[in-house]
T-cell receptor
Framework: GAVVSQHPSRVICKSGTSVKIECRSL??????MFWYRQFPKQSLMLMAT?????????EQGVEKDKFLINHASLTLSTLTVTSAHPEDSSFYIC????????????????FGPGTRLTVL | AQKITQTQPGMFVQEKEAVTLDCTYD???????LFWYKQPSSGEMIFLIY??????QNATEGRYSLNFQKARKSANLVISASQLGDSAMYFC???????????FGQGTRLTINP
């Protein structure tokens, strides 16, 4: 249980285009999802917290208009990188919190496999 | 504010030996949760173990155990009988009372030698 999928796993795009990344909780409902960015050999940097049916809460320094987050259902959140530039190239990881129904691990966040974005 | 410190950027261990990965934390919250994640080269973050601040016993999950010393604010991960597949980055994280987000440490790269 507690599986989170992410699609696509890898994407290469041209500068100026937009890229959408999907994050799904496959076997549980996630009221809260998180989007992280990770640079090589560094820790995860939280970009935003996404609650189903409401606007995402962005961390300081993250551009809301550039990184659009939509959490339309309890199992799906999307991150759209708009007008991507080479400096947006990174590893993006989503996670979902198990929530109240999770029993012993109800506070645990489960992560997707990540999406490697390369902007040419 | 919460802070996680992992002081070992890299560790090298012989296969089948036990290994301890250090994690210290700082928080003023009376209640919090501590987590360890493994990140192999594929990039996926794999949940290993969870310890609640009010749990009476140290958490264990198979070969993983958490040496929780509340007074010292440490939550070290112990891996028994290490295997080659344990080679990965390991992140310690915590979430404070009422908070939604995790705070991560900088990670420790563990290499298991045959």
């Amino acid at each position: 249980g507690a599986v989170v999928s992410q699609h696509p796993s890898r994407v290469i795009c041209k500068s100026g285009t937009s890229v959408k990344i999907e994050c799904r909780s496959l076997d549980f409902q996630a009221t809260t999802m998180f989007w992280y960015r990770q640079f090589p050999k560094q820790s995860l940097m939280l970009m935003a917290t996404s609650n189903e049916g409401s606007k995402a809460t962005y961390e300081q320094g993250v551009e809301k208009d550039k990184f659009l987050i939509n959490h339309a259902s309890l199992t799906l959140s999307t991150l759209t990188v708009t007008s991507a530039h080479p400096e947006d190239s990174s590893f993006y990881i989503c996670s979902a919190r198990l929530g109240l129904a999770g029993g012993r691990f109800k506070d645990t966040q489960y992560f997707g496999p990540g999406t490697r974005l390369t902007v040419l | 504010a919460q802070k996680i410190t992992q002081t070992q950027p890299g560790m090298f261990v012989q296969e089948k030996e036990a290994v301890t990965l250090d994690c210290t934390y700082d928080t003023s919250d009376p209640s919090y949760g501590l987590f360890w994640y493994k990140q192999p080269s594929s990039g996926e973050m794999i949940f290993l173990i969870y310890q609640g601040s009010y749990d009476q016993q140290n958490a264990t999950e198979g070969r993983y155990s958490l040496n929780f010393q509340k007074a010292r604010k440490s939550a070290n991960l112990v891996i028994s009988a290490s295997q080659l597949g344990d080679s990965a980055m390991y992140f310690c994280a915590m979430r404070g009372q009422g908070a939604q987000k995790l705070v991560f440490g900088q990670g420790t790269r563990l290499t298991i030698n045959p």
